[in-house]
């Protein structure tokens, strides 16, 4: 487990994520890998705190995967040690009224973490080069000049569309945000298995929607489209990082490493000084408070 460095996972040269694994072989079984887990779960709050008081940066964690890609689950499992006012997590859905009458980043903004604060998008503002993509027709609800019909969305679009998330995450980098971007790669045949689960499990009927079959048999575009994503966006300001996800509690694992690794990078965070003054009269203020 202590061999698992980012640079394992991170996208630095062009990929192909047919040739890329969706599990990784590793010795070890789940007790093992809960154990893990927890000593960075600890880690990583700790240093939450240290963050918040700093009060210098924040984190922008980024997950995105198909269904079932066990995105719910790890943002549970990850982050549950954290105090409640350090991690806050948006789960991104279809535009509203009110998001459509404003450009495709516009809530993305809004829903950016406070200085010494986590954030993370469950989905994210790729579903705007992802879903756009395989259904192109959602373009037209955001009634875009020159954008009438889906023939009028050309190739220079979606380039654009890729430099401006791109400008869009340099430019919060730049202001102290730390931006980590996760793809969570699972086989087809492991998403097939977990969909069967959720018909089999009645505590997990609810999660079950027929629109999942239906955006199941785009499975090759989307990987398409979530390959030239990845290339054209995983930029050393915001990484990629492509995660094995058949292994839902390997992938925690990982994930989990992956940010306590990045976070260390960030020599400079302390927690902050006292003023001397203040600590200079700490006798005086133990006997008013002893009063």
């Not at 939450?48 to 922008?60: C, F, I």
């Not at 269904?67 to 719910?72: A, E, I, R, V």
């Not at 997590?89 to 450009?103: A, G, I, Q, R, W």
């Amino acid at each position: 487990m202590n061999s698992i460095t980012p640079d394992d996972f991170k996208v630095i040269d062009k990929i192909a994520l047919a040739k890329l694994p969706t599990e990784l072989k590793i010795d070890a079984d789940d007790d093992a890998k809960e154990k893990a887990l927890d000593k960075i779960q600890t880690k990583l709050s700790e240093w939450q705190d240290v963050m918040y008081a700093h009060n210098k940066y924040s984190v922008l964690i980024c997950l995105q995967g198909m269904d079932t890609s066990g995105k719910d689950s790890l943002i549970r499992e990850v982050f549950k040690e954290f105090n409640p006012r350090g991690v806050v997590v948006h789960s991104f859905k279809t535009p509203n009224s009110t998001e459509l009458e404003h450009d495709y980043l516009w809530r993305h903004y809004l829903a950016l973490p406070e200085k010494g604060k986590f954030a993370v998008f469950n989905r994210t503002h790729y579903e705007n080069v992802l879903v756009t993509r395989v259904h192109p027709e959602y373009i037209l609800s955001e009634n875009l000049p020159g954008i009438d019909k889906v023939e009028d969305i050309t190739p220079e679009f979606w380039e654009n569309r890729f430099e401006q998330i791109n400008n869009f995450e340099k430019h919060i980098t730049q202001n102290g945000t730390i931006v980590l971007k996760f793809y969570f790669h699972m086989s087809k045949d492991e998403q097939r298995k977990r969909l069967l689960r959720r018909l089999e499990n009645e505590e997990h009927h609810w999660k079950f929607s027929p629109g999942d079959l239906k955006e199941r048999e785009r499975w090759d575009d989307y990987m398409k489209y979530y390959e030239e994503a990845i290339n054209k966006t995983s930029k050393s300001n915001a990484p990629w990082f492509v995660i094995p996800a058949d292994d839902k509690e390997m992938a925690r694992v990982i994930v989990a490493q992956i940010i306590w690794q990045e976070m260390q990078k960030l020599t400079d965070v302390n927690e902050p000084e006292l003023d001397d003054k203040v600590k200079a009269n700490f006798a005086e203020y133990r006997k008013q408070l002893e009063k």
